[in-house]
T-cell receptor, first 112, second 112 residues
Framework: GENVEQHPSTLSVQEGDSAVIKCTYS??????FPWYKQELGKGPQLIID?????GEKKDQRIAVTLNKTAKHFSLHITETQPEDSAVYFC???????????FGTGTSLTVIP | DGGITQSPKYLFRKEGQNVTLSCEQN?????MYWYRQDPGQGLRLIYY???????QKGDIAEGYSVSREKKESFPLTVTSAQKNPTAFYLC???????????FGSGTQLSVL
């Protein structure tokens, strides 16, 4: 089955700096890659996603890039703010409606 | 207000006891999922259901059981056979044919 690895496990940045979180996957059949943000004591919320036919997607301060050849995708947060502090999970899924495979999470702390 | 409701938020289990976690959604989604989250680990799939009266085991189904008698409801029972039940349990749903997962706010289960 699919194996998703996520790095780093913890990340601290100064407010206003950029943060980058990277994930790799093993199954070349994976074609959908969402990113979730989880605040303490809450369920994860989808913040951005990308499909395998797209190399990059941007939504305001958040962007995701995908390299299908290398089987890795990354989350980029620019101009970080304290409210960006949370745990971020990447995921991959090979087929619509099937299992999602999650990375182990990155705890991001934005220092004011 | 549409969404996924999990209850209770906190639950305690005694030795040898079965406990049931509730998950209700009013999003009219076909697919529902149960994930287990342990500190420092990614989300692991316990069970999922893509249609009423049908469900499949995920990666860590041993010691758990589910039912899907109604489209809106997907309760999870943690049986006494689950020897290490302490974890944060997340319920999710998605529209059939789409990839986006919507999560509830979770239930923290602890052993007394």
């Amino acid at each position: 089955g699919e194996n998703v690895e996520q790095h780093p496990s913890t990340l601290s940045v100064q407010e206003g700096d950029s943060a980058v979180i990277k994930c790799t996957y093993s199954d070349s059949a994976s074609n959908y890659f969402p990113w979730y943000k989880q605040e303490l004591g809450k369920g994860p919320q989808l913040i951005i996603d990308i499909r395998s036919n797209v190399g990059e997607k941007k939504d305001q301060r958040i962007a995701v890039t995908l390299n299908k050849t290398a089987k890795h995708f990354s989350l980029h947060i620019t101009e970080t703010q304290p409210e960006d502090s949370a745990v971020y999970f990447c995921a991959a899924t090979p087929n619509t409606g099937n299992q999602f495979y999650f990375g182990t999470g990155t705890s991001l702390t934005v220092i004011p | 207000d549409g969404g996924i409701t999990q209850s209770p938020k906190y639950l305690f289990r005694k030795e040898g006891q079965n406990v049931t976690l509730s998950c209700e959604q009013n999003l009219n989604h076909d697919a529902m999922y149960w994930y287990r989250q342990d500190p420092g680990q990614g989300l692991r799939l316990i069970y999922y259901s893509q249609i009423v009266n049908d469900f499949q085991k995920g990666d860590i189904a041993e010691g758990y059981s589910v039912s899907r008698e109604k489209k809106e409801s997907f309760p999870l029972t943690v049986t006494s056979a689950q020897k290490n039940p302490t974890a944060f349990y997340l319920c999710a749903s998605s529209p059939q044919g789409y990839e986006k997962l919507f999560f509830g706010s979770g239930t923290q289960l602890s052993v007394l």
